[in-house]
């Protein structure tokens, strides 16, 4: 602070003039109520000062009209004009002091003043008693520009993050993850897609968020250049809790109950049964034909024929969302030991989770285990190291999208006459038949019992991972240092997908089990120097080195036609193969910071980072595989420099550019490989071309780009500030496989002139309206608008009326709708055939007067541009109530699940007509009306997925110490929170606004996933 | 200070020593394939993927093309064929997969070929000639299709191949027969990974001749003098002379899905893939009980429910059946014989007695010389006899045939020639298709199901990907060319280039 007051004291120096002196004692204290001791109080623009006492106690000579600076390590200093009174008593508060210390780039601690670029820290306790069960999720609506979209694939699923828009057409677009220095990885090990299956998970939504301490987000490319490639979509790092030098061993526990309950959304027609041509089945064999559709008679309470033979009411049964989820339970326990001295400190904890989710039959079990140990072994060297073992079981994971083996399609399908326990059977095993096969209820045996689904068809998977570090530093002379890393990320997963015998699309069973091993390592090593040179000019430079190698194997056999019906393992089926994989790719890198701070208010920081990509290497090594790229920026603090009104009490601005290179994310890619099966056909071995996508040509580095301007103002002793970034990033060279033509013979090819821009502004206000002793309100309030935009796919030079370029990256089932990226569009365009309209916008109808289908046309990209987050406070005494409000808006979504509402006759816009029939049309025959629309003309479907959702809803109570009485606790933490409980605003019909069964790239599509749910969870914290 | 020049060495080394990229070379080598392929495997490969998969053999093989032809009819709402309903999908599943699982490979090994130091003109032939059985194909179901530029997006960089028009195709598809053909030597080959002739040169000449009978047959409407000239050209090459000729490729029920038929994969009960849906359609149940054709018990077994052969109505849904006289569920209904579909089941490409059928025809036209009835007779042999291929059991002896053409002798009509061809290419459902639009025999009744999407005509063509739009440019230009627009639904009735 020596230099903030000298700052003053230059600047005051001219206005100064003879004054009265007069006394002021007064009392500092934390928020908290604490005194302060040896907190520095001058007063400013002379060197008159005292501190206080070991009372929080001080008193001071001051002339009249003095301003009074109050400073104090770890809290935010205050400035007190001094008016009549003779008592001032200070509140100094903690945590938004300006010399706060953030972890930066490759674990870099810097003063927050110094960055240039825009970082944001969210503490592991905000999450505390409102925390999700994925890590991640957590984070939704609590950042600026950090876009969390949840799945709709139950526990084990994924999520997809992405910081400050897409940036890469065609690869990763999410952001390195870092835990304690390593970097963790988070590939989703398998989605859903137009044809079904299931998602798989991510890495990140494993770790216990109890051991978290902060998540630092890194949201530009010049806070991520020193990460290089793998950080152009930002980089989250993650810090876990570590021991401290304390008293005897802290014990912690922490318990946590939660319940989930589904939410049906589906809000389709309760007047039409099963049935075809306005009448219901009379048979059987008509019922099992139209186990599905819903264009049948009038619900009229007659006795109607089922697909079981069984004749019931003809009357709506009700919600068959309710009847067939369950409530979900989760229990997570967290023990935690920490103790500690000067020279070694350490934290071990160990948590149990335990999830029944809420489709029937699945759930997830998690253990976590983690040490980390720190020593300072002489005054020069020290270390730490930390191992995190996570073993995690998932259970049945639910498919979604296409119908075959899906429950979520089953039971959302159901026409409403149709009670979905019907499908139970009347044997012992659900969704069974009396010789144990499946129970069809319908004559397409792709669409599975639901009951069949979550009982009989199973799935399972094991990771257990461990990712560990170990780090050194060794101070040298005089600021000189040496650190060097050694981690490794490493997990192995075994999962086994079965069929069972009986299920009706594949009868006598399929079964696939799985073997992966995933390993990354890291060695890095660092040189570098901190010195204040004189009193104006600080220094601190870097340089290092890293290598990194990454692989991925797959080991795994299946078969189908289980000989011995029900006996469910690989060597009880026939028609067996096997697989096996292999990708392995590395980086290798040099890297080097310097940051010079003038008089600790102006910092100018450069970096620059080489990187040697595998996967840009050919055979003979002649290909262009590395690139250099540099960071520039600075930051002066204002408020430190110049004199601005005395409300400001801090304000600083920032400016920096980044480029950051990358390479293609896949190895393998610069050649056309050959598959040999040695098997064959009848003793003749097959070979064939294995390479789906077209070997490029050329192919070079990409480059990320970014310009960003921040603005860091504070006001009002702290009640009020913002924190507000612009940015422009642009990624030139892109590499993408880009969809082609099949007829070419490939599905895709890699090309490397793509070029995204992402322009946006985030803005971050906080404030404190109501504060006092006991009563606290704190607001914080974030906004993120993001304009993305696609300038380049595929050529160089864009021909003058020539097609817009589209690289296609998902495609519905409805097989009329798919997400592209389309030149000069946002990323992921839904695109969707329109209505067929003549000149009037008049639809145009054929012969039998059905819509007809017009144009494949962009209707808007699957991905917001614009989020809200409010968050509220409340704190009394020892007790605080908050809630987040969650908004994303300017995105679209194409709901699968509706054009199957039409096409099967749910959706109650399908009533119209029903009785007297559509134009031409007549009413018997109004499902031709309606199916024509379904599965052809997109623009039905795709609707604004605007949202405005209350996230979360916090109460937490911490029990006072004299109501702990004898009993050996430290403190007891009570909360009470409640996720989602309020979809307050969407514009999306019968789904969820957030209802994407991917997390991959490919966004704005929905189809029969798993419903959105509504948690309630318990909180107990000890501290002994 | 001994410690941090240790340091400073390691980060010296780290710099100029690790930082380049030692070893990169091979790490981007895919361990797990090869840069290069044996011809031969290649070839095998080739042949097994365009006797094809589930997909497209369910889709555009079964339920559309054999149920459009009333071999088979349906009362499952996803078995459209017989109703022509509109599904795209099901519609373009031969174009979705043809040109990834054929074409590039047939694409890659011709390239090979060509550009091999030591050449085996016998190998370039043979591929040639395959090259032809899978374009003819996709250019019978889908009129103007990707062909001289197709699947070439690796070997010339064409990532959107232009369509060609279909004469243009044709016109080139017959010269490289004819090219193909004299490149057999009597050395080379591809031995045993020929699946059809185990590398036999003599027996490939036959079917390339063969082949281009069917080519120049096909042209019969749209360019009758093209079609004339191939066809003696065919003749006089030498054509199939007996069932022992017949292209087919034998398929075995294991070890990997790839070994397997793919209407077996469809309709084989026994080894799991029981789609129950398709019945004898009565179209053919009605002809050969009035002809007293003993195929009756080859291609069908008669009703669960006991009784005789019934034929199942097309066009009819599971209520409408309800008010059916000849049976009101399926199981009234004679089902297709589990022999003829297995797993293991042989693909029948072409046989003697389609061959021969086309020379009578080309003879009734004037375009050929000899006995039309003699080789009317030969392909009505060949064609009850071409069975015992799939089991021992459907074996004919010459009796029965004597006995079948004794009571239904030759009548010197094209009609008659068409009931055979039809009846020969039975789960040959491409061909069948195909022929039975250029000849308009035998005459097919057509449904008026209500929701068709053909005014109540059978198809006349199939569509493409819905992927091209929007994808590949070229598309306009030949949906321009044959009077197409992208609004596929109502395209099934526009004719190809042959189909005059």
Sequence with gaps: ?1024 | MKFSKYILLIVALMMFQTSCDDGFDELNVNPTSSPEINPQFQFTWVQLRTSGGRYENWRAGLIYSSMMMQHFASTCGYWTGDKYTWNGGYSSSLFDRAYLEQVKDMQDLINTLETAEASDPTMLGMAKIWRVVIFHRLTDLYGDVPYSEAGKGFIEGIDNPKYDAQDAIYADMLNELESGINLLGASGGFGSGDLIYGGDTNQWKKFGYSLMLRLAMRLSEADASTAQAWTAKAIAGGVMESNADNAFIQHTSGPEGINQNGIGQVLDAAAGFGDDCPRLSNTLVDWMTSTGDGRLDIFGVTPVNGGAHNGMPNGLDETTIQANPSGTTKDDFSSFNPLLVKVSSPMVFQTYAETQLLIAEAIKRGWATGSAEDHYNNGVRGGMQQWEIYDASLAVDDATVDTYLAANPYDDTFEQIGWQYWAATFLNEYESYANWRRTGTPTLTPVNYPGNATGGTIPVRMLYGGGEIGLNPNLDEALARQGMTTDFVNMMTVPVWWDK
């Excluded at chain 1, 600080?538 to 194997?553: A, P």
């Excluded at chain 1, 036609?561 to 994989?581: D, E, K, Q």
């Design chain 1, 1 to 1024: 602070m020596k230099n903030h007051l000298l700052c003053f004291l230059f600047l005051l120096l001219g206005s100064m003039t003879a004054l009265a002196q007069k006394r002021v004692t007064g009392n500092v204290t934390g928020s908290d109520g604490f005194p302060l001791i040896g907190v520095a109080i001058l007063e400013a623009g002379t060197d008159n000062g005292t501190s206080s006492d070991i009372d929080g106690n001080y008193a001071l000579d001051v002339s009249d009209g003095a301003t009074l600076n109050f400073s104090y390590t770890g809290f935010a200093s205050q400035s007190v004009v001094v008016g009549d009174e003779t008592t001032l008593n200070v509140v100094l508060q903690e945590g938004v002091a300006l010399d706060e210390v953030v972890v930066t780039a490759l674990g870099i601690e810097k003063n927050k003043k110094a960055l240039t670029y825009s970082v944001t820290e969210v503490g592991g306790e905000n999450f505390s008693a409102a925390r999700s069960m994925n890590v991640i999720q957590s984070l939704s609506g609590k950042v600026a520009g950090v876009n969390v979209s949840s799945t709709a694939t139950g526990a084990g699923g994924s999520t997809r993050v992405v910081i400050r828009g897409n940036s890469s057409i065609g690869g990763n677009n999410q952001p390195l993850y870092v835990v304690d220095g390593v970097p963790m990885d988070n590939t989703n090990l398998g989605s859903a897609g137009m044809w079904g299956g299931k998602d798989w998970g991510d890495g990140i939504s494993s770790l216990n968020p109890d051991d978290i301490e902060t998540y630092t987000i890194l949201k530009g490319n010049s806070a991520a250049a020193l990460y290089g490639s793998r950080a152009s979509n930002g980089v989250i790092l993650i810090t876990t809790k570590s021991g401290t030098n304390r008293k005897g061993i802290g014990v912690e526990f922490n318990s946590q109950v939660r319940t989930e309950t589904v939410i049906d959304r589906l809000d389709f027609q309760q007047d039409y049964g099963h049935g075809l041509n306005g009448a219901k089945p009379t048979t059987q064999a008509e019922a099992m034909e139209q186990g599905l559709v819903s264009w049948g008679g009038k619900l009229d309470g007659s006795s109607v024929m089922q697909f079981d033979g069984v004749a019931r009411p003809y009357s709506a049964v009700g919600s068959n969302v309710d009847r067939f989820y369950r409530t979900g339970t989760t229990f997570s326990n967290t023990l935690t030991l920490t103790g500690g001295d000067e020279k070694y400190n350490f934290r071990l904890s160990g948590s149990a989770l335990n999830n029944e989710d809420v489709v029937p039959n699945s759930g997830l079990d998690r253990y976590n285990f983690t040490v980390k140990v720190g020593a300072k072994f002489s005054e020069k060297f020290s270390g730490t190291v930390g191992v995190n073992y996570i073993n995690e079981t998932v259970n049945n994971r639910a498919n979604s999208s296409d119908a075959p083996a899906n429950s979520n399609y089953g039971v959302q399908t159901l026409p409403a006459s149709i009670n979905v326990e019907t499908l139970k059977g009347t044997t012992d095993k659900l969704g069974a038949i009396e010789d144990g096969t499946e129970l069809l209820y319908n004559s397409n045996v792709f669409i599975t019992n639901p009951y069949w689904t979550a009982h009989q068809v199973y799935n399972k998977s094991v990771k257990n991972r461990m990712i560990g570090n170990i780090q050194l530093r060794y101070d040298i002379y005089d600021g000189l240092y040496a650190r060097g890393r050694i981690s490794m990320d490493r997990y192995d997963r075994r999962r086994t997908d079965l069929l069972p015998y009986g299920t009706g699309f594949q009868p006598f069973g399929n079964i696939d089990e799985r073997s992966n091993n995933f390993q990354e390592l890291n060695s890095e090593l660092i040189l570098g120097y901190d010195k204040d040179l004189n009193e104006t000019i600080g220094l601190s430079v870097f340089v290092g080195g890293n290598t990194m190698t990454n692989t991925f194997e797959t080991v795994g056999g299946s078969g189908n036609t289980f000989a011995v019906p029900f006996l469910h393992t690989l060597g009880n089926a026939g028609n067996r193969s096997t697989i096996y994989n292999i990708r392995e790719l590395g980086i290798n890198s040099i890297f080097g910071s310097a940051e010079i701070a003038i008089k600790k208010a102006i910092y100018v920081t450069a970096t620059a980072r080489n990187d040697w990509f595998s996967t840009l290497t050919d055979a003979d090594n002649t290909a262009d595989n590395s690139e250099l790229y540099y960071s520039a920026g600075i930051s002066a603090v204002v408020s430190d420099l110049v004199e601005l009104p005395s409300q400001i009490d801090f304000a600083k601005v920032r400016f920096t550019y980044a480029e950051v290179g990358g390479g293609a994310a896949d190895p393998y890619l610069l050649s056309l490989n050959y598959g040999v099966f040695g098997q064959g056909h009848n003793g003749n071995p097959l070979g064939g071309v294995a390479s789906g996508s077209i070997p490029p040509i050329g192919l070079v580095p990409l480059t990320s780009q970014e310009l960003e301007f921040g603005l860091d103002l504070r006001f009002l002793q702290n009640r009020l500030g913002v924190d507000f970034s612009v940015y422009n990033k642009k990624t030139l060279n892109d590499i993408i496989a880009a969809g082609v033509s099949p007829t070419s013979g490939f599905g895709s090819k890699t090309v490397n002139v793509g070029s995204i821009e992402n322009k946006g502004v985030e803005l971050m206000l906080y404030g404190s309206p109501v504060k006092n002793k006991d009563f606290r309100w704190d607001v914080s309030f974030n906004y993120a608008k993001n304009n993305n935009k696609v300038l380049r796919l595929l050529t160089d030079e864009i021909e003058e009326g020539a097609n817009r370029e589209t690289i296609r990256l998902e495609e519905s089932r409805t097989r009329s709708a798919y997400i592209e990226v389309v030149e000069g569009l946002p990323y992921s365009q839904i695109m969707g055939f329109e209505y067929a309209r003549d000149d009037n916008g008049e639809m145009i109808l054929d012969d039998n007067g059905l819509p007809t289908r017009g144009d494949l046309v962009p209707m808007g990209t699957g991905v917001h541009p614009t989020s809200i987050g409010i968050s509220n406070t409340f704190s009394y005494k020892n007790m605080s109530l908050s809630f987040l409000i969650d908004s994303k808006s300017g995105g679209y979504i194409y709901s699968a699940t509706n054009a199957y509402a039409y096409h099967w006759g749910l959706h109650k816009n399908t009533l119209e007509g029903r009785e007297t029939g559509i134009g031409a049309v007549a009413a018997e025959n109004v499902e031709d009306y309606y199916q024509a629309i379904g599965f052809s003309i997109s623009e039905q479907f795709v609707e604004k997925a605007d949202f405005i959702k209350l996230r979360e809803l916090v109460f937490s109570y911490n029990l006072p110490k004299s109501k702990l009485g004898n009993l050996p606790f430290e403190s007891v933490n009570i909360g009470i929170a409640g996720r989602n409980l309020w979809l307050i605003s969407s514009s999306v019909d019968n789904i969820d606004p957030e209802s994407t069964y991917t997390s991959g790239n490919g966004q704005g599509l929905e189809m029969f996933g798993v419903p959105q749910t509504r948690a309630l969870q318990f909180n107990l914290g000890i501290k002994f």
